[in-house]
Each structure stands twice: as structure tokens, then as C-alpha cells.
């Protein structure tokens, strides 16, 4: 990799990691925390499951609805992320006149869905 793509590469794997930009990003919540942390539970719960139903050789349709209600609660999660980055993060950016967060953020919902 040459140097102008290793640059690159670097620059936006401290975007897909939340190390770049730092203006728009503001502490929550820990009640948001918490409930966030706790949907995420569920989902690695719902992972452990369909990993044991996959082990012991349950009904693939069965795997499916499973996958399919983990992938549900996942965006769940990630469209809940999404609003509260945009009523407290996008919303103090706004306010600083901050448009590479808005940016950022604007990738990030395309990487998403």
C-alpha cells in the first residue's frame, strides 16, 4: 500500500472507530448507557442462542426466525443509537457550527443501513 492509501486508510479507520473527529461527541447519559448496554445483551444473548441451536442441530427454520429476531433487535439498537446521537451529538454540533461531525455522522448512517 502506498503511502497516500495507507494515509487514507488510516484516517478512516479512526472515523470507523470513533478516534477521529472529537467535536461532535459528547458523554451520555448513564441511564442511555445503561439501557443501550442492556439491548445489547439481549442481542449477544440471542447470538448465544442461535450458536447452541446451530450445535445441536435445530430446525433451520428455526436458526432463521432466530437470526432474523436478532438482526431485528440489532437495528433496534442501532436506530436508537442513531436518535440519540442526533438530539445530543448532532444536535450540539449544530450548535458550534461543527459540519465535519454532520458529515461524519451522514457516513456512518449509509455504512449502517
Same mark, same amino acid.
Given at each position: ?27 451520555h447519559?448513564?441511564e442511555?448507557?445503561?439501557?443501550? #448496554?442492556?439491548? *445489547?445483551?439481549?442481542? !449477544? ?12 442441530? /435445530? $430446525? ?13 433487535? #440489532?437495528?433496534? *439498537?442501532?436506530?436508537? !443509537? ?12 449544530? /450548535? $458550534? ?5 454532520i ?11
Amino acid at each position: 500500500m502506498n503511502n497516500e492509501k495507507l494515509q487514507t486508510h488510516d484516517h478512516e479507520h479512526e472515523h470507523a472507530h470513533g478516534h477521529g473527529h472529537q467535536g461532535a461527541h459528547h458523554f451520555h447519559s448513564p441511564e442511555e448507557k445503561k439501557r443501550q #448496554l442492556n439491548r *445489547l445483551a439481549r442481542v !449477544i444473548g440471542h447470538l448465544r442462542h442461535v450458536q447452541k441451536m446451530i450445535e445441536e442441530d /435445530e $430446525d433451520c427454520a428455526d436458526v432463521l426466525v432466530q437470526l432474523s429476531a436478532t438482526r431485528s433487535a #440489532l437495528t433496534g *439498537l442501532g436506530k436508537e !443509537i442513531i436518535n440519540e446521537h442526533i438530539t445530543h451529538c448532532i444536535a450540539h454540533a449544530i /450548535e $458550534d457550527g461543527d459540519t465535519a461531525a454532520i458529515e461524519e455522522f451522514q457516513k456512518a448512517i449509509e455504512k449502517f443501513f
